[in-house]
C-alpha cells in the first residue's frame, strides 16, 4: 500500500546545518548512542526552515529561520516556540515543542525543536496516487474551515497568550504595516500599490472582537490523517501567530484558494487542490466559517483583498532577497510574476467588493 506520509529531502544547498556543532548540543539534553544524527529538510515553505533530526530512532523537528533575511521580527524563533507551547494542551493540532535555542555558537540563529507530526501534506495537488474524489474534497475544504473557525473560538488569556499582540488598531497597523515592508523590499514599482493603499484607508471595517490567529493558515500548513485525509491532526507553521481580527485570518485562507471560475493568471499560481470537483469555493468557505462561528463575514472583501496584497509582500520580500543574492532557492527565481498576479487579484476584489 502506497506510503503518502510527508517525507523530507536531502537539503537544499546553501541551508545544511552545522551538523557537528548540533550534534554536540543534542547530546548534552537527550541521552543518544554513538551512531550520530541524520538531517534532512522538509521541502515546503518560503520563510522559517524546516528540518527532520534523525537521532537513535528518534524523529525531531528543528525550525530555524532562513539564511539571509533581514526581518528580524518576521522570523522569531522565542516566540513561535512560547505559542506552541501554551497551544499544544488545548488545541491538539499545535505540535509539541520540546526546547528552544538562542546559543548562536550552536547554528548561527536561534532555533527550537518539536516532536514531528506523521501524515499527509497536501500542497498544489494531492500526492501523486492518492485518490482525491469530490466527497473527500468535499470533506476536508469543511474539516479545513471548521478547524480555522475552532482556532478562533479558543479563550486566549485562559492559555496564557493574552499578551501575544495589541489586537486593538490591529488592521490599521497592519495596512501600514505591510505597506512599509512592500516599499522596503520593493524591486519595482507596481501601479496597484496606490489605489490599495487608498482603498485600505476608506473602506478600513470597524474593530471586531479579537481572537488567536494563525495568520498562515492554509493547506499545505496543515497535516492529515493518513488513515482519513479529511481529519486534520496537525497545523503547522505559526510564526505570524498573534492577537487579531479573525476575519483577517479567514481572509488570508481564502487568499490561497483558487477557485475554478478565477482568471487563467490566478490558475498558474494555484497553491492547492480547490479547483477539484468537490471542493467548497471561497464563497462556501465565508458561508461555513460564518455559520460556524457566528461572525458576520459581510465584510470579507475587504479581507481578501488586503490578504492578497500581504501575500504578495511576502513573495515580494522572499524575491528581494533571491535579487539581492542572499538566497540561492531557485523555487523563487520567477516569483516577480507572481507579485504581479497576487496585487491584480486584490485590486480586483476591492473594484469589485467580491470574493
Aim: hydrophobic residues 40%; glycine residues 6%; negative net charge.
Amino acid at each position: 500500500m502506497p506510503d503518502f506520509v510527508d517525507q523530507p529531502r536531502t537539503v537544499r544547498p546553501g541551508e545544511e546545518l552545522d551538523l557537528a556543532a548540533l550534534e554536540s548540543f543534542l547530546r548534552r539534553r537527550f541521552s543518544v548512542s554513538d551512531t550520530g544524527i541524520h538531517v534532512a529538510q522538509f521541502p515546503g515553505g518560503h520563510s522559517n526552515l524546516t528540518y527532520l533530526i534523525q537521532l537513535d530512532g528518534r524523529e525531531i523537528v528543528l525550525r530555524r529561520p532562513p539564511f539571509g533575511s533581514m526581518v528580524k521580527t518576521a522570523h522569531d524563533m522565542s516566540r513561535e516556540y512560547r505559542v506552541l507551547s501554551r497551544l499544544h494542551a488545548v488545541y491538539p493540532p499545535a505540535p509539541e515543542v520540546l526546547l528552544y535555542c538562542d546559543d548562536l555558537s550552536v547554528l548561527g540563529a536561534p532555533f527550537y525543536l518539536m516532536e514531528r507530526v506523521r501524515g499527509v501534506i497536501i500542497r498544489r495537488d494531492p500526492p501523486e496516487g492518492l485518490a482525491f474524489p469530490p466527497e473527500t474534497a468535499r470533506r476536508l475544504s469543511e474539516s479545513f474551515i471548521d478547524n480555522l473557525a475552532r482556532l478562533h473560538s479558543l479563550d486566549f488569556e485562559a492559555i496564557g497568550l493574552g499578551d501575544l499582540g495589541k489586537p486593538q488598531g490591529y488592521m490599521e497597523r497592519q495596512v501600514r504595516g505591510w505597506m512599509e515592508r512592500y516599499h522596503g523590499s520593493r524591486t519595482v514599482e507596481h501601479p496597484e500599490i496606490a489605489p490599495l493603499a487608498a482603498w485600505f484607508t476608506e473602506r478600513m471595517p470597524a474593530a471586531a472582537s479579537p481572537t488567536l490567529i494563525h495568520n498562515d493558515y492554509k493547506y499545505d500548513n496543515v497535516v492529515l490523517d493518513p488513515a482519513d485525509i479529511t481529519h486534520i491532526i496537525g497545523v503547522l507553521d505559526w510564526e505570524m501567530c498573534t492577537l487579531g481580527d479573525p476575519l483577517s485570518d479567514l481572509g488570508t485562507s481564502l487568499a490561497y484558494w483558487i477557485d475554478p471560475q478565477d482568471s487563467p493568471a490566478l490558475q498558474r499560481i494555484r497553491w492547492c487542490p480547490s479547483t477539484s470537483a468537490g471542493s467548497l469555493t471561497r464563497a462556501e468557505l465565508a458561508a461555513r466559517y460564518a455559520r460556524a462561528s457566528g461572525r458576520d463575514v459581510s465584510s470579507l472583501a475587504f479581507y481578501l483583498a488586503f490578504a492578497r496584497f500581504k501575500v504578495a509582500v511576502i513573495v515580494q520580500q522572499i524575491y528581494y532577497r533571491y535579487q539581492q543574492g542572499l538566497t540561492k532557492d531557485q523555487r523563487f527565481a520567477g516569483m516577480g510574476e507572481v507579485v504581479k498576479t497576487l496585487l491584480s487579484a486584490a485590486l480586483h476584489s476591492a473594484e469589485t467588493n467580491s470574493l
